[in-house]
């Protein structure tokens, strides 16, 4: 019987894996949340064996926590952590941020599966999770889209057969335009994403193209393959998840319609799969187009191959520069081509050195943030 941890258990990776688990019925072991929001009570009203987890609560919430579900609840950053360690459970890290990595090393040094949507553990502190995994034997695998479609392209596959592998990206609101009309793009336009529902930061990101930055550096962490043989293609379709190809010219893709239920569902059940979760889906009468990102009007998905490509600190500061943009972007204190400069000129300024513990990634978070900051303030 699978036992459920899920981190971020309000956010939308949350909702779908407990939809997942609901239908699959897995035993629903811990739920665990940044605040105490009503979502996450009435959760607490849904699983009522299970424990809760509030990262950061107010005095009073606490209190009245504590009134209502007694023993059950844990307070604090290191509340996520223990239940991550739970022994023999499947943890589902959706939480955001790089808040979200102690909680996917403990999962993985306590030998756990770690089935991770955060994607800051991995751009951020990438050797970190890695060595994490390597002392406790845990199980690492990935929930987004293009990820879980390499994972499943790769499964049975030596690494030698690799070739290279390719990032399906859908190119976001502004495929096309121009890099003076990318410069000059309003929040709403950005906001506005044609295939993917998501929360503002990541469809920012989308938009940027620095999510696909994000996955490049992810990829190479997760499958052991160096930057020059990760490639990103633009498929606006969305149907061709991700792809690999062989050393024999062989390519496999994973297809399908985007639904995340269903790499969450498999990053869960995986080798094995079960029925559902996707609505039907029929390839007659769909087309398939792929074309080059435009790597000049998209300044943030090269920023993003030499920050992996330079390891060490880069990444972490990379996250930390690009969140501290995006925010000043959705206030309206920068506009959208400030994204990529801020982000550059962040990565000019820090100190680089190597991270090997998880203070180590957080202090560097720090350190990118405030530097990001005065760079906005530079700019408005
Ligand atoms: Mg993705």
Redesign the pocket.
């Known amino acids: 019987m699978t036992r459920l941890v899920v981190l971020g258990a309000t956010g939308s990776i949350g909702h779908q894996t407990l939809e997942v688990a609901d239908r699959l019925e897995l035993e629903v072991h811990a739920i665990a949340a940044r605040r105490a929001s009503d979502a996450l009570l009435e959760l607490a009203t849904v699983y009522p064996d299970a424990r809760v987890g509030v990262a950061g609560p107010t005095p009073s919430e606490r209190e009245q926590l504590m009134a209502t579900l007694g023993d059950r609840v844990l307070f604090g950053p290191e509340a996520l952590v223990e239940l991550a360690a739970t022994p023999e459970a499947t943890v589902v890290n959706g939480t955001v941020g790089v808040a979200g990595l102690p909680a996917s090393v403990a999962a993985l040094v306590a030998g756990n599966r770690l089935a991770l949507a955060n994607k800051e553990s991995l751009v951020a502190g990438g050797d970190v999770v890695l060595n994490a995994r390597d002392r406790g034997g845990g199980r690492l695998v990935p929930v ?3 990820h879980s479609a390499i994972y499943q392209c790769l499964v049975g596959e030596p690494p030698a057969s690799v070739r290279r592998l390719i990032l399906s990206a859908s190119g976001g609101p502004f495929r096309g335009r121009t890099s003076d009309q990318v410069e000059s793009a309003t929040v709403d336009e950005a906001l506005d994403h044609p295939t993917w529902q998501m929360g503002p930061r990541i469809t920012i990101d989308s938009a940027t193209l620095m ?1 696909k930055a994000f ?1 490049v550096i992810e990829a190479h962490h997760l499958f052991g393959i160096d930057y020059d043989r990760i490639d990103v293609v633009v498929h606006p379709q969305s149907i061709v998840h991700s792809l690999v190809e062989f050393v024999d010219g062989s390519f496999k893709a994973h297809l399908g319609e985007p639904d995340m239920r269903v790499p969450i569902q498999y990053a869960i059940t995986e080798p094995d799969r079960a029925t559902g979760p996707a609505a039907p889906f029929d390839l007659v009468g769909r087309s398939l187009s792929f074309e080059e990102p435009d790597r000049e009007a998209f300044r943030c998905l090269d920023l993003g191959y030499a920050a992996g490509r330079a390891g060490g600190s880069a990444p972490a500061a990379l996250n930390a520069a690009d969140e501290i943009a995006v925010l000043a972007f959705l206030e309206r204190r920068i506009g959208f081509g400030s994204i990529a400069a801020i982000v550059e000129r962040t990565l000019e300024d820090v100190e680089h050195r190597t991270l090997t513990s998880v203070d180590d990634v957080l202090d560097m978070d720090r350190e990118a943030r405030a530097i990001a900051h005065g760079h906005v303030g530079g700019s408005c």
């Open positions: 987004d889209s293009e999510n996955e």
